[in-house]
């Protein structure tokens, strides 16, 4: 069963607008990681941010920063003022501690900034 | 530091022809290893992973198989490849053992199935 699910196929955002990328995940451990990473079309993979189920703050890396509201397992991306360099896919990712060496992603959600 | 390398970058294949893809990690030792697969426009799908030599966990069995010879050496392969096995294939380790622990890519291999 699918637990990492991304709504958002694709998105418009104009330039230097704050940009929400939404995540939702089913886990039933208490402890568990999520991820987000940034996949540009030259294909590598990049990782943004990491939020672990214990920690009190939400977490944040210079303009991205991670929406996470427990009680409803989400875990949202918000990246502040986006410029054109962030257009690109972003991937949402799970492990599970009980799991903990398996580590799955979203569907993805496409995202374009516009000029 | 630690770097990953993965090969072929490119590769075209005739359907039913068999398939080497090869991962090797540098810098660190007994890393979790995976396999993962993005078709065209899609999400990435675990296709295996490894937590040490000889053990391999596979998610998506289909015609695939993955081997682990050294500890720093992961191999996806297929003895007769599908048209539904084209994509782009990522090879990624991480350190075991907590979940703070992000994966690191290495930078894809694309195979077209012809």
């Known amino acids: 069963a699918q637990k990492i699910t991304q709504t958002q196929p694709g998105m418009f955002v104009q330039e230097k607008e704050a940009v929400t990328l939404d995540c939702t995940y089913d886990?039933?451990?208490?402890?568990?990681?999520l991820f987000w990473y940034k996949q540009p079309s030259s294909g590598e993979m990049i990782f943004l941010i990491y939020q672990g189920s214990y920690d009190q703050q939400n977490a944040t890396e210079g303009r991205y920063s991670l929406n996470f509201q427990k009680a409803r397992k989400s875990a949202n991306l918000v990246i502040s003022a986006s410029q054109l360099g962030d257009s690109a896919m972003y991937f949402c990712a799970m492990r599970e501690a009980e799991r903990d060496d398996k580590i799955i992603f979203g569907k993805g959600t496409r995202l374009h900034i516009l000029p | 530091s630690q770097t990953i390398h993965q090969w072929p970058a490119t590769l075209v294949q005739p359907v039913g022809s068999p398939l080497s893809l090869e991962c090797t990690v540098e810098g660190t030792s007994n890393p979790n290893l995976y396999w993962y697969r993005q078709a065209a426009g899609r999400g990435l799908q675990l296709l295996f992973y490894?937590?040490?030599?000889?053990?391999i966990s596979s998610e998506v069995p289909q015609n695939l198989s993955a081997s682990r010879p050294q500890d720093r050496q992961f191999i996806l392969s297929s003895k007769k490849l599908l048209l539904s096995d084209s994509g782009f294939y990522l090879c990624?380790?991480?350190?075991?053992?907590?979940?703070?622990?992000?994966?690191?890519f290495g930078a894809g291999s694309r195979l077209t199935v012809l």
């Open positions: 886990t039933s451990d208490p402890s568990y990681g």
């Open positions: 990624a380790w991480s350190v075991g053992g907590s979940g703070a622990n992000v994966l690191t």
């Open positions: 490894s937590v040490g030599i000889g053990q």
